[in-house]
């Protein structure tokens, strides 16, 4: 019985990925030849080996594991929500997450490229900051910030207040003081899960990392954007299924054949 529900899991989960696929390839259909995305580390001149990592919990997914009306009530559209922080477990997982990178073996990053929430950029100072040989340039942008919908804790702050409260990231690629996007943008079509600008956003993205000169990066994001950008990218099914927070994955980027190979 343990097996047979093991199987079928697997099965809906490649019907899932496959549906998704379907989707995030109708949205990027102008876009050929695809980069696409694998587990692993580059193994040519023209790869990428990218270290991709869900923020560390927030406020937010406290509240939304904890409040038995966070859904009913709408509660993610309180206000107090607003770029929602770490918790103290939050802190504690990118502090464990700095452990296991001290641990490993990789090939240290040039560059960590941030989002421009909160929940991200602690994640990337705890978690990535004053390792042995590792980076000390950070970069935000608005091309990796979570799905935009009506969820209060995705709705940014003033460059000015995080400037103020990350003066080591480099915000120069954002160029709008308020969170225009929130109100200018909404990612929700044709579903929240699967919204067509936001594949689109992350297609710039990974073009945007592409083209910069560094081979190694690191980039720590949000769960629904990574799953818009991996369903719509992944040669592997199984880099697309849902992220923990502060859980890392690294993939190779490469530029494929215009089209996600199952």
Known sequence: MVRLLAATRLLLERRNFLLATTLASRALATTSPQLQLR??????????????????????????????????????????YRDARLTPAGVAQSQQLNADLRKRSVPPPELVVVSTLSRTIQTAQTGFKDLPGWPTTFVGTELCRERISVHECDH??????????FPFVDFALVKDEDDVLWTARKENEPSEMAATLCYERADEF??????????????????????????????????????????????ALFRGSGKVEL
């Open 39 to 80: 587990p692993g580390e580059a193994t040519s001149d023209d790869e990428k080996t990218i270290y991709f990592v869900r923020h560390a919990e927030g406020y937010h997914n406290k509240g939304e594991r904890e409040l038995p009306n966070w859904k009913s009530d709408n509660l993610g559209l309180d206000p107090k």
């Open 156 to 165: 940014r702050r003033t460059l000015t207040d995080l400037r103020k409260d």
């Open 206 to 251: 990974l073009n945007w990392l592409k083209n910069r000169p560094e081979r190694n990066i690191a980039v720590v994001a949000h769960w629904v954007f990574l799953k818009h950008m991996f369903t719509a990218h992944a040669a592997d099914p199984a880099l697309a299924t849902n992220f923990r927070n502060a859980e890392l994955r690294t993939a």
